[in-house]
C-alpha cells in the first residue's frame, strides 16, 4: 500500500523556488525574443516612414510643411488615443511595482514617434523603443502572475532588449538598461544575467530578422595604441562632457518653462516651426545623428560647422523634448560628443583625436543618463573602437561632475523594506 508522500516546509520552499525560477528563465528568454520582433518591425516600419519624410527627400521649404502636417498629426494622434508613455515612468514604476501598468499607452507612442523620429526630429528611437519592449515585457509578467521583484527583472530583460536591437551592443545594452533606473550606478544587480539573456535573445531576433549581419554600427578609425597623453585628454574629455549635461539639462527645463506658455495641442505644430528654422542655420539640427556620424567620419568638414552642428542639435533635441516630438537622447548626445571631438582633430599638442571623440561621445551621454559602465560599453561596441580605459575614464569624471543635476527625475536609489528611509531620490 502506497503512503502519502509529504514535504517539510522547507523542501516546499526549495521546489517552489526552483519552479519560480524556472518559470523566469523561460519569461527572459520570451521576454528577449519579443523585445527583438517588436524591435525589428519598429526600425523596418520607421525606415518606409523615414523614406518618405526625411529632410533629403524634400526641399527647405517642402519639409517646413511635413513638419508642421506631422505636428497637427501628433496633436490629433494624442487626442484621439491617450497621451504616450515614456521612459521616465517606466523607470518609477519599475522601481514602484517592478513594471509598466499597462500598455495602453503605447497606442499612441509608438505612431507619435514612428513619424516624430521619421520625418527627421532630432531625438532617436531609443527613448520609445526601449519604452514598448520593457512595457510588452511588463505585461508578459503581469499575465504570468509574477511578484515585484521578478516582475521588476523580466521588465529590465525588456528594456535591454530593447536597447540592443538599436545599439547592436548586447553586453552593453543589457548594463545600459540597469544603469538608467539610478543616478549612482547600477542596483538591481541579481537582474544583470537575465538582462544579458533578453539582450542576446534580441539580438539574435533581430539579426536574423533584419539581416543585418553582426558588424558595427559605425566604422571608427582606432588607434594603433594608447599613450599617456591619452588619460589627460580622457580626464578632460570628462569635464566637457559634464559641462555639456548641465548645459543640456537647463536647456531643455528652461524650454520646457516657455512651452508651458503654449496650449498644448500647438506645441508640436511649434516645435516643427522651431526645428525647422534651427535646420536653416545647420544641416545636422534634424534627425538624431546616427547616419551622419558615420558619414562626418569619413569626411573633412570645417571646424565652425561641427561647432554649429553640435549646438543647433543639442538646442534642436531640447526644443523637441519640450514640445512633444517623441524620441531618445541619447544618440543625439552622442553625435554632440562626436561633433566636439571631430572639431579639435589636428589641434590636439598629444594623444590621438579619436581617443577624444569616443571618450566625449560617452562623457556627454553619461552626464545626463548617468550610465557610466553601459555607455562606455555600448560606445565600444557601436564603433568597434578598444578604448576602455580611456573612454571609461571620461564617463566615472563626467559623472561625479554631473551628480548634482539629474533631467531623468524618477532616477533612485534602490529601496531596502528592512532599512526605512534608505531610498532616496
Request: net charge neutral; proline share 6%.
Amino acid at each position: 500500500m502506497l503512503s502519502t508522500v509529504r514535504f517539510s516546509h522547507p523542501a516546499r520552499e526549495v521546489i517552489l523556488g526552483v519552479f519560480t525560477r524556472r518559470r523566469l528563465a523561460g519569461l527572459v528568454v520570451a521576454a528577449g525574443l519579443v523585445g527583438g520582433l517588436i524591435g525589428a518591425a519598429y526600425l523596418f516600419v520607421l525606415e518606409l516612414v523615414s523614406e518618405r519624410l526625411l529632410p533629403e527627400h524634400w526641399s527647405a521649404a517642402g519639409h517646413l510643411g511635413v513638419m508642421i502636417v506631422v505636428g497637427v498629426v501628433v496633436t490629433g494622434l494624442i487626442r484621439l488615443l491617450g497621451p504616450p508613455s515614456d521612459v521616465e515612468l517606466l523607470v518609477d514604476n519599475i522601481h514602484v511595482s517592478g513594471g509598466a501598468e499597462g500598455v495602453r499607452s503605447l497606442r499612441s507612442l509608438i505612431p507619435v514617434s514612428l513619424i516624430c523620429v521619421g520625418a527627421g526630429g532630432p531625438l532617436g528611437p531609443e527613448a520609445p523603443l526601449v519604452t514598448a519592449t520593457g512595457t510588452m515585457a511588463s505585461w508578459m509578467g503581469g499575465r504570468a502572475g509574477l511578484d515585484r521583484e521578478p516582475l521588476r527583472v523580466l521588465s529590465i530583460t525588456g528594456m535591454a532588449a530593447g536597447f540592443t536591437v538599436l545599439f547592436g551592443a548586447p553586453l552593453g545594452a543589457a548594463v545600459f538598461a540597469l544603469e538608467i533606473l539610478h543616478r549612482r550606478g547600477l542596483e538591481y544587480y541579481e537582474a544583470l544575467l537575465p538582462a544579458s539573456v533578453g539582450s542576446l535573445s534580441g539580438y539574435a531576433v533581430s539579426i536574423v530578422l533584419s539581416g543585418a549581419g553582426l558588424e558595427p554600427i559605425w566604422s571608427f578609425p582606432s588607434p594603433e595604441r594608447l599613450v599617456s597623453g591619452d588619460l589627460a585628454i580622457a580626464v578632460a574629455a570628462g569635464v566637457v562632457g559634464a559641462l555639456i549635461g548641465y548645459l543640456f539639462t537647463y536647456l531643455t527645463v528652461a524650454m520646457r518653462r516657455l512651452a508651458a506658455w503654449v496650449a498644448p495641442g500647438a506645441r508640436p505644430v511649434v516645435g516643427a516651426v522651431v526645428l525647422s528654422g534651427l535646420a536653416a542655420l545647420s544641416p545636422y539640427a534634424l534627425t538624431n545623428g546616427e547616419v551622419q556620424m558615420q558619414h562626418l567620419s569619413a569626411t573633412t568638414v570645417t571646424v565652425g560647422a561641427l561647432l554649429v552642428g553640435a549646438a543647433a542639435k543639442l538646442v534642436a533635441s531640447a526644443v523637441a523634448m519640450a514640445t512633444g516630438w517623441r524620441g531618445g537622447f541619447i544618440i543625439p548626445l552622442f553625435f554632440v560628443g562626436f561633433c566636439l571631438g571631430r572639431a579639435l582633430d589636428g589641434h590636439l599638442p598629444f594623444g590621438n583625436s579619436w581617443v577624444l571623440v569616443a571618450a566625449l561621445m560617452v562623457a556627454a551621454n553619461v552626464a545626463v543618463t548617468k550610465t557610466p559602465i553601459g555607455s562606455t560599453l555600448v560606445v565600444t561596441e557601436m564603433a568597434d573602437m578598444v578604448l576602455l580605459p580611456t573612454v571609461l575614464i571620461a564617463a566615472i569624471v563626467a559623472l561625479l561632475l554631473s551628480s548634482p543635476v539629474s533631467l531623468i527625475e524618477s532616477q533612485q536609489r534602490r529601496f531596502d523594506p528592512s532599512k526605512p528611509g534608505e531610498g532616496d531620490t
